[in-house]
Nanobody, 116 residues
């Protein structure tokens, strides 16, 4: 059973930074995607950043140039460095782990609040 545990959320002023971490346990080797989605109040969940086991990363348009996704050497922890935060980045951030054939797992979510 895959388990994703997120950490690093919190309250920060606009222009500040946060670093999110997501530790995965129970995963198996093979191709995967790991990353982050977010959901603001009253809005749909959207892609923030995702990286595959080959190191290819993709970012949501609104975070390009400000956020950086990375994975540790063993591929079990994914990080999201968020710089130049804006109030519109306020949301619950969910860790995601996906395998081929539509297998996917989600973390519980961590709140990020950016004050103006």
């Amino acid at each position: 059973q895959v388990r994703l545990v997120e950490s690093g959320g919190g309250l920060v002023q606009a222009g500040g930074f946060l670093r999110l971490s997501c530790a995965a346990s129970g995963i198996r080797f093979g191709f995967y995607h790991m990353g982050w989605y977010r959901q603001a109040t009253g809005k749909e969940r959207e892609l923030v950043a995702i990286i595959d086991s080959g190191g290819i990363a993709n970012y949501g348009q609104s975070v390009k140039g400000r956020f950086t996704i990375s994975v540790d050497d063993v591929g079990t922890t994914v990080f999201l460095q968020m710089n130049s935060l804006k109030p519109e980045d306020t949301a619950v951030y969910f860790c995601y782990y996906g395998k081929p054939l539509g297998i996917e797992y989600w973390g519980q979510g961590t709140q990020v609040t950016v004050s103006s």
